[in-house]
C-alpha cells in the first residue's frame, strides 16, 4: 500500500498541483497581456482563436467600410483611430495600395513580413480567425482587399505579434516538463528512503538473526519498528524464533528427563532383580530348608517379580500418553458400585500393610458415568500406591470420598502421609518430577504414576489437582463426566 502510494499516487498527485499551478500562472498572465477572457483549456489547445477575438471588432469594421465605404480606408485619420486601438491588443493596421504600403502602424515589425503578405485577391476573406505567419517572428494576420478611388488594388492588413503568446506557451510547456523531472526525482528519492526504512533495514535485521541463529544463539530477538508485510515478516521470524527456542528447551529437557528415567528404571528394576536373584539362589543352594521357608522365598520372587512387571507396563503406557495413542474403550458404567468392588478389592491389600481405608460414598443409586473401567482402576492405583509410599505415620490412614458435584462425579482420596512442599505442588503431575529426588530414588518409582493419571482424566473430560500440607498430608480430587445417556 505504501509503494503504491510512493510510485503511483504521490506522483499524479504532485504532477497535477504543479501542472495546476504553472497553468494558472501562466494563463492569468496571457490575460492579462492581452487583456481576454477565456478558459484554460481554450486557451492551451487553441490560443490563437483567442487572439482572433482581440481584433474582430475592429476586423468586421474595416470589412464593412470596405463594402460600404471603401474612401474611409483611404482615410488617414481614420485608419490612426483604428491602429490606436489595436496597438493594446499587441497588433497593428498597415495599408497597401498595389504594391506599394501607404501606411503602417509599425515599420520594424513590417519588414519582418512584409515578404510573406499574399498579394491582392489571394486572401480568403470568408476565414474569420486569419492567417498565421512565421516570418522571422511569428504573426497573426487578417486582410481585406479593395478599391480606391482611382481605381487601384488595396488592402488593409491587422497584424498582431505573437511574440508575446508563443513564449509563454513555451514556458507552459518547459516549466511542466521540469516539473515532472522534478517530481520524479523527488518520488525516487523518497521511494528509495522508504524502500531503505521500510525493506533493506528490517532485511538486513533477519540476515543478522538469521546467521545468529545459524551460529546456534536463540536469544538472539529480531525486532521490527515497521508494520508492513516485511514488519510482519520480522514478526513471524520472532515467533519462530521464540518456538524454535522453546522446542530445543523442551527438547533439551525432554532428554534429561529420559535420562533421568534410565536412570530410575535402572535402580528400579536392579533392586527386585538382585532380590529375585538372591532368593533363586538361596533355593538352589538349599539355604530355603523347610517347606514353609521355600514358600517365604517363593512368595518374594513372586512379588518382586510382580513389581518388575508394574514398573515394565507403566513404562509401556508412558510410550503409548508419548505418542497420544492411549487405547480406551469407554463404557456407561455404575459409579458407586464400581467403588464399592474396587475398595473391596484393594482392601485387604492395604490392612496387610497396617493402612486403613475410610471408604464415603455419598452418590445416589443408578449415578453413571463414562469411563474406561480399567484406566481409572490406573489413576487409583497410581494414586493409592504414592499415598502408601510416602505414608510416615505409624498407622496409615487412606480416606476415599465420593461426591455429587451436578455434572460431574468428585473423586477424593486423603492420606496422612509427609505432604508435599507448595512450591512444588504445581509440577507433580509433570513427568518425571519428583519433589525430592533422594528420597524417591530410595522409595523407587518411575516418577510416571500422576503423569499418567492425569492424561486419562483429561481424556476423560474431567480435573485433577492436589492440596497438601507438610507433616499431614496430602489429598489428590478428580472429577469424572456424568452420562447423558448417548454411550451404552
Excluded at 504532477?15 to 498572465?29: E, K, M, P
Excluded at 506599394?100 to 515599420?107: A, L, Q, R, S, V
Excluded at 516549466?175 to 515532472?180: C, D, G, H, K, P
Excluded at 536469544?219 to 524454535?244: A, H, K, P, W
Amino acid at each position: 500500500m505504501t509503494a503504491f502510494f510512493i510510485m503511483i499516487a504521490m506522483p499524479i498527485m504532485l504532477l497535477f498541483v504543479a501542472a495546476g499551478t504553472i497553468i494558472s500562472l501562466q494563463t492569468n498572465s496571457i490575460q492579462e497581456s492581452y487583456d481576454v477572457e477565456a478558459d484554460t483549456i481554450q486557451i492551451i489547445t487553441n490560443p490563437i482563436q483567442i487572439l482572433n477575438r482581440l481584433t474582430r471588432g475592429i476586423y468586421n469594421e474595416i470589412k464593412l467600410a470596405a463594402l460600404k465605404e471603401p474612401q474611409k480606408l483611404e482615410s488617414e485619420t481614420f485608419i490612426n483611430h483604428l491602429n490606436g486601438e489595436l496597438i493594446d491588443k499587441y497588433s497593428f493596421i498597415a495599408v497597401r495600395k498595389d504594391d506599394e504600403f501607404i501606411y503602417t502602424g509599425n515599420d520594424v515589425m513590417l519588414s519582418n513580413i512584409e515578404k510573406y503578405l499574399q498579394r491582392f485577391g489571394e486572401y480568403n476573406t470568408d476565414v474569420d480567425g486569419g492567417m498565421y505567419v512565421n516570418g522571422r517572428s511569428p504573426f497573426l494576420v487578417k486582410a481585406q482587399d479593395f478599391y480606391f478611388t482611382d481605381g487601384a488594388e488595396g488592402t488593409v492588413f491587422i497584424i498582431t505579434d505573437l511574440n508575446t503568446l508563443f513564449p509563454q506557451i513555451k514556458a507552459l510547456a518547459s516549466q511542466t516538463m521540469i516539473s515532472f523531472l522534478f517530481i520524479l526525482i523527488f518520488t525516487a528519492l523518497i521511494l528509495m528512503l522508504w524502500i531503505y526504512r521500510s525493506i533493506l533495514k528490517p532485511l538486513n535485521v533477519l540476515r543478522i538473526g538469521m546467521s545468529q541463529i545459524k551460529d546456534g544463539d536463540l536469544d538472539y530477538s529480531v525486532q521490527s519498528d515497521t508494520e508492513d508485510e516485511i514488519g510482519q515478516l520480522c514478526e513471524d521470524f520472532e515467533e519462530m524464533r521464540i518456538r524454535l527456542k522453546e522446542l530445543i528447551d523442551n527438547r533439551l529437557k525432554y532428554e534429561e528427563d529420559i535420562k533421568e528415567l534410565i536412570s530410575n528404571i535402572s535402580h528400579d528394576l536392579k533392586t527386585p532383580l538382585t532380590a529375585i536373584q538372591g532368593y533363586a539362589e538361596g533355593l538352589i543352594d538349599g539355604v530355603a530348608d523347610s517347606p514353609k521357608k521355600q514358600e517365604k522365598y517363593i512368595q518374594t520372587i513372586l512379588s518382586k517379580a510382580n513389581d518388575m512387571a508394574i514398573l515394565v507396563d507403566e513404562l509401556s503406557f508412558y510410550t503409548k500418553i508419548d505418542c497420544n495413542t492411549i487405547p480406551y474403550s469407554f463404557k456407561e458404567i455404575d459409579i458407586r458400585e464400581y467403588f464399592d468392588d474396587c475398595i473391596e478389592e484393594i482392601g485387604l491389600d492395604l490392612e496387610m500393610k497396617n493402612v486403613e481405608v475410610q471408604y464415603y460414598n455419598e452418590l445416589n443409586q443408578n449415578t453413571k458415568v463414562v469411563a474406561d473401567a480399567e484406566q481409572i482402576k490406573r489413576v487409583i492405583n497410581n494414586i493409592l500406591g504414592n499415598a502408601v509410599k510416602y505414608l510416615d505415620k505409624p498407622k496409615g490412614i487412606l480416606q476415599l470420598r465420593l461426591h455429587d458435584i451436578g455434572a460431574y462425579v468428585q473423586v477424593e482420596i486423603e492420606d496422612n502421609g509427609v505432604g508435599i512442599p507448595k512450591s512444588d505442588i504445581p509440577y507433580i503431575f509433570d513427568r518425571f518430577y519428583r519433589a525430592d529426588a533422594s528420597r524417591n530414588s530410595k522409595k523407587g518409582g518411575s516418577g510416571l504414576g500422576l503423569a499418567i493419571s492425569r492424561k486419562i482424566i483429561e481424556d476423560h473430560a474431567g480435573k485433577i489437582w492436589a492440596v497438601s500440607e507438610l507433616g499431614v498430608g496430602t489429598t489428590i480430587t478428580f472429577t469424572i463426566k456424568k452420562s447423558d445417556g448417548s454411550v451404552k
